[in-house]
């Protein structure tokens, strides 16, 4: 069996509004294998996005334990933290974020240049990265002079450079046309899988789900198989 990535136990999380508390997550259980893809569906406000910021440890559980590669959240400090998430997770978010000032290759090398490796050796690994996701001749072009679909997919590239052991997408096409979500989708699943990395992609697509190992719906706070 592969080796158990990503897992959370009984995980609750309520936040105070007004006069009461909201629980959003209530009992949730994930576990998550190397080189496996699970999408999580749900409606618009189900918690789907609070639930993978309490899988990268950006936010505390009211309850129940979260582990990435067998070490608790809960028992690290946040500087550890930090450097767990930096070489450990790759996020792909509904927006690109890159940088506008940086070019493709400049972008995807933040993460090694935040882990302390050296500038010449950062870009070569950016560019095999860029190069594995079709965009070698456009490694020096600015995010302004990409279309929508090459700007995520220099994202999925940024997420992926440091080869992380597990990959976090909340809405990774959400901003894309049905023909761009579609190479973006299968990009992010091929080079997953092709890194035995583990991936939670949370998704309205359906397409998006369809290309995943399993897929749970997150209902009322709970995790369940969806048929």
């Not at 509904?94 to 050296?118: C, D, I, K, S, Y």
């Amino acid at each position: 069996m592969d080796e158990v990535v990503l897992r959370c136990t009984g995980v609750v999380k309520r936040f105070s509004e007004g006069r009461g508390d909201v629980c959003v997550l209530n009992g949730v259980d994930l576990e998550v294998r190397a080189g496996e893809v699970v999408a999580v569906v749900g409606v618009s406000g189900s918690g789907k996005t609070t639930l993978l910021n309490v899988l990268a440890g950006l936010d505390e559980p009211t309850a129940g334990e979260v582990y990435f590669l067998g070490e608790r959240w809960q028992d690290l400090g946040e500087r550890v933290r930090a450097r767990r998430r930096n070489w450990g997770l790759g996020f792909v978010f509904q927006f690109h974020h890159l940088l506008p000032e940086f070019t493709a290759v400049e972008n995807v090398m933040v993460p090694l240049r935040l882990a302390g490796v050296p500038a010449g050796a950062a870009r070569l690994q950016a560019l095999e990265m860029l190069t594995a996701v079709g965009l070698k001749e456009r490694a020096d072009f600015f995010p302004a002079a990409l279309s929508g679909g090459e700007r995520q997919r220099v994202a999925v590239a940024r997420a992926l450079v440091m080869r992380p052991r597990c990959v976090l997408a909340d809405e990774p096409t959400g901003n894309l046309d049905r023909e761009r979500a579609d190479e973006v989708a299968e990009l992010l699943v091929r080079m997953v899988r092709a890194t035995r990395a583990a991936a939670v992609v949370v998704t309205h697509d359906a397409a998006v789900a369809a290309r995943a190992d399993r897929t749970m719906a997150l209902v009322q706070g709970r995790l369940v198989d969806k048929e």
